[in-house]
């Protein structure tokens, strides 16, 4: 018997072949923390860690370049937590944050008014055909 080889991927990952970035994977399990009040536990998305430029060199979340937000998903949030649910993804200012490590897999907490907006689900909103 022969072992049969799983296609190589295109050269340059995802992003070369026009293809989504994958959401970041979420834990197992419950998280062995519990949020109080209006905290949020969220895992950054790949694309907001770091970036490439068109020539292809790699721009570190680091790098200053102006005020720029960014995108995670909803991962744990507090009792008082009332417009965002698990699993949404949001869109918050990445120097209102803090970092804490849990199992290995560094998450950003946030307070809810520190969110800006959250991504509507693809294909989410109906169309009522009514006109403003």
């Known amino acids: 018997m022969t072992a049969e080889r799983a296609p190589a991927p295109a050269r340059g990952g995802p992003a070369a ?3 989504p970035k994958a959401a970041p994977k979420p834990p197992d399990g419950p998280l062995p923390v519990r949020l109080l009040a209006d905290r949020l536990l969220v895992l950054l998305d790949a694309e907001s860690a770091e970036r490439r430029s068109a020539g292809g060199i790699l ?3 680091t790098a200053a370049v102006g005020k720029r937000l960014a995108w995670a998903h909803v991962v744990a949030a507090g009792d008082s937590v009332r417009q965002v649910s698990l699993g949404e993804r949001v869109l918050f200012d990445p120097e209102d944050r803090a970092e804490v490590e849990i199992g290995g897999q560094t998450y950003v907490l946030l307070r809810e008014r520190n969110v800006h907006g959250v991504a509507e689900a693809p294909g989410g909103r109906e169309s009522t055909g009514m006109y403003l």
């Open 17 to 19: 072949s026009g293809a």
């Open 59 to 61: 721009i570190p979340a």
